[in-house]
């Protein structure tokens, strides 16, 4: 058994090649192989979003605070709140993010198909972001 006490593992800025703005994460769950589940919680500064992905075995996001956005290609922005629960079926592309003016934190729970939890595509263009 192994006892992660509060504070023990460093917060770590999100890669800037997958992320635009500041994005901060801690982890929750890091399990060794062989689990496959992961979770994290990911803090968005305000106007910071994900580029656009997918996940193999899908996600569920859990907004922990804040107010930010979450879009399905070809779909409408939806907004998401402090409470709010959000499953992205596998292979769906999206992103998710702060709003433009609120920051946004939530937790974010996925699994790992060989050894790859998310597939990286384009970033969010401001243009794209400030549509919704
Ligand atoms: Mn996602």
Redesign the pocket.
């Given at each position: 058994m192994q006892i992660f006490k509060a504070g023990e593992r460093p917060t770590v800025r999100a890669n800037s090649a997958y992320f635009t703005g500041t994005v901060w994460q801690d982890p929750v769950v890091s399990a060794p192989e062989p689990a496959r589940v992961a979770a994290v919680t990911v803090a968005f500064e305000p106007g910071a979003r994900?580029n656009w992905?997918t996940?193999p075995l899908g996600?569920t996001l859990h907004v922990l605070s804040g107010a930010g956005l979450i879009q399905v290609w070809g779909e409408a922005q939806r907004e998401i709140r402090a409470g709010d629960t959000v499953w992205?079926p596998p292979g769906v592309k999206?992103w998710?993010g702060a709003g433009p003016e609120t920051a946004m934190t939530h937790l974010?729970i996925h699994e790992q198909q060989d050894g790859s939890a998310?597939d990286w595509l384009e970033p969010v263009t401001d243009e794209q972001y400030k549509a919704g």
């Open positions: 994900t992905h996940h996600q992205i999206h998710h974010a998310a």
